[in-house]
């Protein structure tokens, strides 16, 4: 059974999400200064679905996506060293179990904590902010893996005859459950190439003329997009999407945006999450 069979017409939420609309020039966003993007948004209603109330789960490997169990040995997901000794190595170790792929590696950069507006810790980083348009990380110039710089810290991976490459996005909270400002994701089955507009990444930190861009796709409207999130996840659920793929011809990936969750009580402390990103080789 394709997901697009299983029956999710419980547990929805109401959002509106930022669609983005195709212009003349190139879209581009910056990592910390908003004033200076060109998107134009198209404001649109959705129902976002609660994953809990799917008769049958999504799967990584199926679907593209999927909600992990995966307890983190980390104690505090703000100790830099703790993410870079401990944490990318669980998240290679979850990515290898999850796929059965022949090898995987992690970015050295990643496990980027991000915060909610209501957190007192917004904007206390360089690109720490949540995404509130949706968006899919990379295009095939500028994923990790596949390029020969994508500003992430990965060399470009010598593929042998016959390998792929896949590159997966793993974000979790860090603060308990409810979240205030949940992700979600939309099923790649129902999104459409001409869905997906180029846009250029912006990271303005600093001198302006060391700023650099990783080009990414910003999502336009389509009726029929299919958005699911889980409700109250916290540190020991992972979300684990398709960023990328290799293999030739077109394979969607998972657009994803954080929304407004209305059914959050007041007074929630603000969400606080960490993202990684992992690629990973096949035969």
């Known amino acids: 059974m394709s997901l697009a069979e299983i029956d999710t017409r419980t547990g929805s939420v109401p959002a509106t999400l930022n669609y983005c609309v195709r212009t003349p020039d190139k879209p581009q966003f910056h990592a910390q200064d908003h004033r200076r993007d060109n998107i134009v948004y198209d404001p649109r209603p959705v129902s976002i679905q609660d994953g809990r109330a799917m008769a049958e789960q999504p799967t990584l490997m199926r679907d593209g996506f999927a909600l992990v169990r995966h307890p983190p040995a980390v104690t505090s997901f703000h100790d830099r060293a703790q993410v870079a000794s401990i944490y990318l190595e669980e998240i290679r170790r979850l990515i290898l179990e999850l796929t059965g792929a022949k090898r995987v590696e992690v970015l050295p950069g990643g496990g980027m904590v991000r915060y909610s507006e209501r957190s007192p810790l917004y904007g206390a980083g360089m690109n720490t902010g949540p995404a509130r348009f949706p968006h899919v990380d990379w295009t095939p110039r500028s994923a990790p893996g596949l390029v020969v710089n994508d500003g992430f810290g990965l060399a470009k991976t010598e593929l042998r005859p016959g390998e792929h490459l896949v590159g997966y996005n793993i974000w979790r909270p860090i603060t308990p459950p409810p979240q205030d400002v949940p992700l979600a994701l939309c099923d790649p089955a129902t999104v459409a190439r001409d869905d997906l507009i180029e846009a250029d990444g912006v990271y303005d930190d600093g001198d302006p003329a060391t700023w650099w861009r990783s080009e990414a796709y910003v999502l336009g409207h389509n009726p ?3 958005w699911i999130y889980w409700s109250d996840m916290g540190p020991e659920d992972a979300l684990v999407f398709r960023a990328y793929d290799s293999l030739p011809g077109w394979r969607a990936h998972v657009p994803h945006y954080a929304f407004d969750d209305p059914t959050c009580p007041p007074g929630v ?15």
Request: hydrophobic letters at 35%; aromatic letters at 6%; glycine letters at 12%.
């Open 269 to 283: 402390p603000g969400r606080e999450s960490i993202e990684a990103r992992a690629c990973a080789v096949f035969d």
């Open 224 to 226: 029929g997009h299919r």
